[in-house]
């Protein structure tokens, strides 16, 4: 079972929830928890993992060899991305252009395209209690994160509940992250930035035809038409946690709500009850 | 020497950035403009765009903004012999249909496939507006929910924005950036006059400041820091200090927690001309530093 939590305008509390709810599960079950918001990973902070494994991933740009090349043209040609351009003599490449899809490798006539790997960042995996913990940490001036996250994603194993904490936004490292779980939790808060960014999110799950529910964070915040909007959308809402002062001191310093609040055990265990319910059944 | 010199006569840039969500870079923003003189307005948070709903925008212009291909596999003709589906390297393609959201436009399945089965197409990846708004024009976009190419939606809405500045007389833009640190962020960062980080005191807020800081030195931003609801937690506010010392980076203001600001909001409202509030003197002050600073 895969449990993305995502949201479309970042802040809301993706990494309080992804947390606590695995937090609340680990003594259940079998829990992995993915970190894919490689951009800025934070869920560490309050997972405390002891990091054991830690390797590179690594992107390909193309390599000319000069004494094969005979400046053809062919594989700026088939380059979607201009990543590649033959000027007489020579082959300007644009590294940063470059989507690693091989197929200058593959047409070039001359077998004269070799590749030069590049690290992006690095995935990192250990344990927090009894919590399978992963996480990807994009290294900083790196453009292109769905690489590291589809690296990280490899890592899933079908026979535990995974979590995955995903980037915010609806753009592609959101896709990357949330694609191919069986239900995504949309956390929001009752303003009309957290309305705007969800009416998105739940555009995106509904092209994706992933299950969906709405997690209302700082509800007594703002106003009632984030409620308004998921009643009218048929959009279940599965929780709705209030402002509380003492969680939120304990946010800043990396405190997780369960651990220190019991009922919080109870209300998150709640919550994978009623995803349970609502997720994509098991081998559909 | 102040930061702008180096621009010349040129139109100056001022980028606001967090690398984590939900710091407050739009309320900021959005309660910077009501200070402006002589500004465009640019928010290239393409795929979660809030800054028009504080800024009482009216869209004067919309224009498509296609920037991919994605392949279609026309059933017709697939012989289904698995050709596309095993040289494709975003895994787009299984059981001969294509997923459009992993597709990346390569065209590498279309030009191996012996039967000529595949087609490249066009698709809209997105929109962008010019709105007209009190305090100036604002220069936005919509993403298409799952899209890509975020980092060149952004470069047009800053082209655009440009344009703008020079046609009007113009002096400044100032750009509401996304969160994260990735192509969309770099694509706001690059060639700037500064950059304004919003960070608070929590040890996530602080990590991401750490990151994005880091983002800004490899592309030369000159940048500066500010701290949003800094009485949460004295001790990270603390930590945030040293680091600053540690990096040469100054920081140009500290606002309080202040529940004024989510009341503006629900009132589509930026807090600075909605309530003369603790958060909006501390921005005010924010804002002339930032102006003296940056010379806009």
Same mark, same amino acid.
């Given at each position: ?51 054991? *494994?830690?390797?590179? +991933? ?5 390599? $000319?060899?000069?004494?094969? =090349?005979?400046? !053809? @043209?062919? &594989? ?5 991305? *201009?990543?590649?351009? +033959? ?5 300007? $490449?644009?590294?940063?252009? =470059?989507?690693? !899809? @091989?197929? &200058? ?180 | ?296």
């Amino acid at each position: 079972m895969i449990i993305a939590v995502a949201s479309g305008k970042g802040g809301t509390g993706k990494t309080t929830i992804a947390v606590n709810l695995a937090l609340a599960l680990e003594h259940e079950s079998n829990v992995q928890f993915f970190d894919c918001d490689v951009e800025a990973p934070n869920a560490y902070l309050f997972l405390k993992p002891q990091i054991i *494994h830690s390797e590179p +991933v690594k992107t390909a740009c193309p390599t $000319i060899n000069g004494t094969r =090349c005979t400046f !053809c @043209g062919k &594989c700026a040609e088939v380059c979607a991305f *201009h990543a590649l351009a +033959v000027v007489k003599d020579r082959v300007l $490449i644009f590294p940063e252009l =470059c989507h690693d !899809c @091989g197929g &200058c490798e593959l047409f070039c006539p001359q077998n004269a395209i070799g590749k030069k790997e590049h690290k992006i960042g690095l995935l990192e995996s250990g344990y927090a209690g009894n919590i399978a913990f992963f996480q990807g940490r994009l290294t900083p001036g790196e453009a292109f994160s769905p690489p590291l996250i589809r690296a990280l994603k490899r890592m899933v194993t079908d026979d535990s509940i995974v979590i995955v904490d995903a980037p915010p936004g609806t753009s592609c490292p959101v896709v990357e992250a949330i694609e191919g779980s069986d239900f995504c939790l949309l956390v929001t808060e009752p303003t009309p930035f957290g309305l705007h960014d969800l009416i998105l999110a739940v555009e995106l799950v509904q092209k994706l035809e992933l299950r969906a529910g709405v997690v209302v964070n700082r509800a007594d915040i703002g106003d009632n038409k984030v409620e308004a909007y998921c009643a009218k959308e048929g959009v279940p809402v599965l929780m709705r946690l209030p402002y509380d002062q003492e969680l939120a001191i304990n946010y800043t310093q990396g405190v997780p709500a369960v651990g220190v609040l019991p009922e919080y055990q109870q209300r998150f265990l709640q919550l994978y009850q009623d995803i349970k319910g609502l997720a994509r059944p098991l081998g559909d | 020497m102040h930061i702008g010199d180096k621009i010349g006569g040129d139109v100056k840039t001022l980028t606001v950035v967090s690398g984590k969500g939900g710091t407050g870079k739009t309320s900021i923003v959005g309660s910077f403009a009501p200070l402006t003189k002589n500004a465009v307005f640019a928010d290239c948070d393409v795929d979660a765009a809030d800054l028009s709903l504080i800024m009482d925008a009216e869209v004067k212009t919309t224009r498509e903004f296609k920037a991919s291909q994605k392949a279609f596999i026309d059933v017709a003709k697939c012989v289904q012999c698995g050709a596309c589906e095993d040289i494709c390297r975003y895994n787009a393609i299984r059981e001969y249909k294509v997923n459009s959201f992993l597709c990346e436009g390569c065209q590498v399945c279309s030009l191996v496939c012996p039967e000529g089965a595949i087609s490249m197409e066009d698709v809209r990846s997105g929109q962008l507006f010019v709105s007209d708004t009190p305090y100036g024009p604002l220069v936005h976009a919509r993403l298409e929910p799952g899209e890509e190419n975020s980092g060149k939606l952004v470069t047009l809405v800053r082209q655009t924005a440009e344009q703008i500045a020079r046609d009007k007389g113009r002096q400044y833009i100032l750009v509401d950036g996304p969160p994260g640190i990735g192509c969309p962020v770099i694509a706001s960062l690059t060639g700037v006059t500064a950059s304004l980080i919003v960070t608070e005191p929590t040890l996530s807020a602080i990590s991401d400041l750490e990151r994005v800081l880091s983002v800004c030195n490899h592309f030369n931003v000159p940048p500066f820091v500010c701290v949003n609801r800094c009485d949460l937690h004295e001790g990270n506010v603390r930590q945030i200090t040293e680091f600053c010392e540690r990096e040469g980076v100054e920081i140009l203001g500290m606002i309080p927690y202040d529940p004024n600001v989510t009341r503006a909001l629900v009132h589509n409202k930026p807090v600075v001309g909605y309530a003369e509030s603790a958060a909006s003197q501390h921005i005010r002050t924010l804002w002339d530093r930032l102006a003296e600073r940056a010379t806009l």
